[in-house]
């Protein structure tokens, strides 16, 4: 009986073998098909491996009849994924820091059965995952899935959050108490994901590393926020910040030196209003959360960049240079 249940599924194995040992570049010939049917205990002549191809691309596959070296092979030329987008979406994989190492590893071989083995082999070759920095919480992914369910369902979500020691331990936020709150929306920045969610014992919109909770839990109470965080833009809000530091929102004026205009149209994107400021520097005003990271940015593009308005943003500069000339002795 199992043998007559397999002979039912020699297509399927057909379609198997050609989605995995051919491509554009290689191809399998009828006596190959046969034989690997063979080793499957399955039975076949070489009309019947006709019919089942042809019944394949019936069914929509692209399976292409080539004449090489004095023999037929067939090739599926096409499928759901190309090459070059399996070759995007491991580059994705490995340079996300936010998937851990096993976890990369494991997407990228689920990556790899889209294409043929040669194929495969290429896709392996372009994977460097050992050096990168990685984060060392497995349960991101649940994380992620919690999150999508509690905005779908508005519902409010709880979660433990943690930071690192310098001995690489965990130590939790609120001796481990869990924090409630109504997420908003998860965003991608620097490698990392970050939910921004509505605290309600703060009053305002936070945000939090998705790789620093653990435990999260969708609740069964709606979320329940005031208009104002309804309206909430995460796009805006990103823009505002630098490194997905929190601050004080204001509107801040900063002159460039002209070199450092496409540097500023990156950050700020190309409808940001460029002002002539003399014959070699231009301004911008731009919303941001005023933060350390935010004044580093400018204080690294040393004096070509300086913040004009407002004055009390322009000390705070003032004081991070000081403080940190002070670490040198200067």
Same mark, same amino acid.
């Given at each position: 009986?199992?043998?007559? &249940?397999?002979?039912? %599924?020699?297509?399927?194995?057909?379609? =198997?073998? *050609?989605? #995995? $040992?051919?491509?554009? /570049?290689?191809?399998?010939?009828?006596?190959?098909?046969?034989?690997?049917?063979?080793?499957?205990?399955?039975?076949?002549?070489?009309?019947?491996?006709?019919?089942?191809?042809?019944?394949?691309?019936?069914?929509?596959?692209?399976?292409?009849?080539?004449?090489?070296?004095?023999?037929?092979?067939?090739?599926?030329?096409?499928?759901?994924?190309?090459?070059?987008?399996?070759?995007?979406?491991?580059?994705?994989?490995?340079?996300?820091?936010?998937?851990?190492?096993?976890?990369?590893?494991?997407?990228?071989? &689920?990556?790899?059965? %889209?294409?043929?083995?040669?194929?495969? =082999?290429? *896709?392996? #070759? $372009?994977?460097?995952? /050992?050096?990168?920095?990685?984060?060392?919480?497995?349960?991101?992914?649940?994380?992620?899935?919690?999150?999508?369910?509690?905005?779908?369902?508005?519902?409010?979500?709880?979660?433990?959050?943690?930071?690192?020691?310098?001995?690489?331990?965990?130590?939790?936020?609120?001796?481990?108490?869990?924090?409630?709150?109504?997420?908003?929306?998860?965003?991608?920045?620097?490698?990392?994901?970050?939910?921004?969610?509505?605290?309600?014992?703060?009053?305002?919109?936070?945000?939090?590393?998705?790789?620093?909770?653990?435990?999260?839990?969708?609740?069964?109470?709606?979320?329940?926020?005031?208009?104002?965080?309804?309206?909430?833009?995460?796009?805006?809000?990103?823009?505002?910040?630098?490194?997905?530091?929190?601050?004080?929102?204001?509107?801040?004026?900063?002159?460039?030196?002209?070199?450092?205009?496409?540097?500023?149209?990156?950050?700020?994107?190309?409808?940001?209003?460029?002002?002539?400021?003399?014959?070699?520097?231009?301004?911008?005003?731009?919303?941001?959360?005023?933060?350390?990271?935010?004044?580093?940015?400018?204080?690294?593009?040393?004096?070509?960049?300086?913040?004009?308005?407002?004055?009390?943003?322009?000390?705070?500069?003032?004081?991070?240079?000081?403080?940190?000339?002070?670490?040198?002795?200067?």
């Amino acid at each position: 009986m199992a043998g007559a &249940k397999d002979q039912k %599924l020699k297509t399927l194995y057909i379609m =198997r073998y *050609l989605e #995995r $040992n051919t491509d554009s /570049d290689h191809g399998a010939t009828v006596e190959e098909i046969v034989a690997y049917l063979g080793s499957l205990g399955i039975g076949a002549e070489r009309k019947s491996i006709y019919a089942d191809i042809e019944l394949l691309r019936l069914f929509g596959m692209d399976i292409e009849t080539a004449r090489c070296g004095g023999r037929f092979e067939y090739r599926l030329v096409s499928r759901e994924f190309q090459l070059p987008e399996l070759k995007l979406l491991v580059d994705a994989v490995s340079s996300s820091k936010f998937i851990t190492r096993k976890k990369s590893l494991e997407l990228i071989k &689920k990556l790899e059965q %889209l294409c043929s083995v040669s194929q495969a =082999r290429q *896709l392996r #070759r $372009n994977v460097y995952v /050992d050096n990168r920095v990685k984060t060392m919480n497995e349960s991101i992914y649940y994380n992620v899935d919690a999150i999508h369910q509690s905005i779908n369902g508005d519902l409010k979500l709880s979660f433990k959050y943690f930071n690192y020691s310098p001995k690489k331990e965990r130590v939790m936020r609120r001796s481990g108490d869990k924090y409630v709150v109504c997420p908003l929306a998860l965003t991608f920045s620097d490698g990392n994901y970050y939910l921004y969610a509505y605290a309600p014992e703060h009053g305002e919109v936070r945000t939090y590393r998705v790789d620093r909770m653990t435990e999260a839990d969708v609740s069964r109470e709606k979320r329940g926020m005031p208009d104002s965080v309804t309206a909430f833009d995460p796009a805006l809000h990103t823009n505002e910040m630098f490194s997905m530091y929190s601050g004080r929102r204001c509107s801040v004026t900063m002159s460039f030196d002209n070199s450092l205009a496409t540097v500023v149209i990156d950050r700020y994107g190309p409808d940001i209003i460029m002002l002539p400021d003399g014959p070699d520097r231009f301004s911008v005003t731009a919303d941001v959360m005023v933060s350390p990271t935010f004044l580093g940015w400018i204080f690294g593009f040393g004096k070509d960049a300086r913040i004009t308005s407002p004055h009390d943003v322009a000390e705070q500069l003032v004081e991070l240079a000081e403080q940190v000339a002070s670490l040198y002795g200067i």
